[in-house]
């Protein structure tokens, strides 16, 4: 694509380019300490450092941007770092809700609790896939018509993400009302801190989801691309919320999915059924 084309709209911004790139940063190496060093070993938690390191190299693509806004390589690290990232905090939520149902001893829909997130992760998979090609699209279109049909795929997997957010939160509330139907509070088992790193992070991806089917969706010449802080407050902060969430409420630190001992149990041979 010509030097010359307008990609923004706008100069991005130098002081929320640096602050995104510093704090994913920032994120990123923390989540690396907690799986390290943290009192409970949850290696799935890569999931959020790649994550932030995603959020990271977006930002940091925007802040090259900054310096220089016509260049081409530096739009397409930051559209394709930055669309992309959040499917790694999903897989985290499924994961993490997974193994606290599992540690009520109970299963959903008689299915091992283990299917339920791997059927998850595979679902995440192909929306990563679809939305890495519509990525490659972007970063070898020469025109804005080839852009747009980069940028119509890359939609497409984020739809599909978004959907399977819908299913997972009404997962999330017919899992907590059956299990309290049978007498089994999630709280006294997971603790607080996990059932809030499952909420905030669940309902910022889905915020986020919204806006860049929004963006998207107006194509490259539309307001919502062309409006920079749109981008800082629809997809920036519920970035920082949802990877600050698990950082803060980190599952290293609060939730050991290998204790046995919790309290009211249901057997291992019950089932919560959700049809």
Not at 120 to 142: E, H, K, N, P, R
Not at 174 to 192: D, H, Q, S, V, Y
């Amino acid at each position: 694509m010509a030097q010359s084309t307008d990609f923004y709209g706008y100069l991005p911004s130098k002081p929320v380019a640096l602050f995104g790139t510093i704090y994913f940063g920032i994120i990123m190496l923390a989540c690396l300490i907690q799986i390290v060093f943290g009192k409970y070993k949850h290696y799935w938690m890569i999931t959020l450092a790649l994550a932030a390191a995603g959020e990271a190299i977006g930002w940091g693509g925007r802040l090259w941007a900054h310096f220089e806004p016509a260049t081409w390589m530096p739009f397409m690290i930051q559209i394709s770092s930055l669309i992309i990232s959040p499917v790694f905090i999903s897989a985290a939520d499924y994961v993490l809700f997974c193994k606290i149902v599992k540690n009520t001893g109970t299963r959903l829909f008689h299915i091992p609790t283990k299917l339920f997130w791997i059927g998850f992760i595979i679902l995440d998979i192909i929306s990563l896939a679809i939305q890495t090609v519509g990525g490659v699209l972007v970063s070898s279109a020469q025109n804005y018509d080839q852009l747009n049909h980069g940028s119509s795929i890359m939609r497409s997997g984020i739809i599909f993400q978004f959907s399977n957010t819908v299913l997972f939160v009404i997962l999330l509330f017919g899992t907590a009302f059956r299990l309290r139907a049978n007498g089994i509070k999630l709280l006294p088992i997971a603790g607080w801190p996990a059932i809030a790193a499952i909420w905030v992070s669940t309902v910022m991806v889905f915020v986020r989801n919204a806006y860049r089917i929004a963006e998207l969706s107006g194509g490259w010449n539309g307001h919502l691309m062309r409006t920079e802080w749109y981008l800082v407050g629809l997809d920036m902060v519920p970035m920082v919320v949802a990877v600050g969430a698990f950082v803060v409420f980190s599952p290293s630190l609060f939730f050991d999915d290998r204790k046995q001992d919790r309290g009211k149990r249901a057997s291992s041979s019950d089932c919560v059924p959700l049809a």
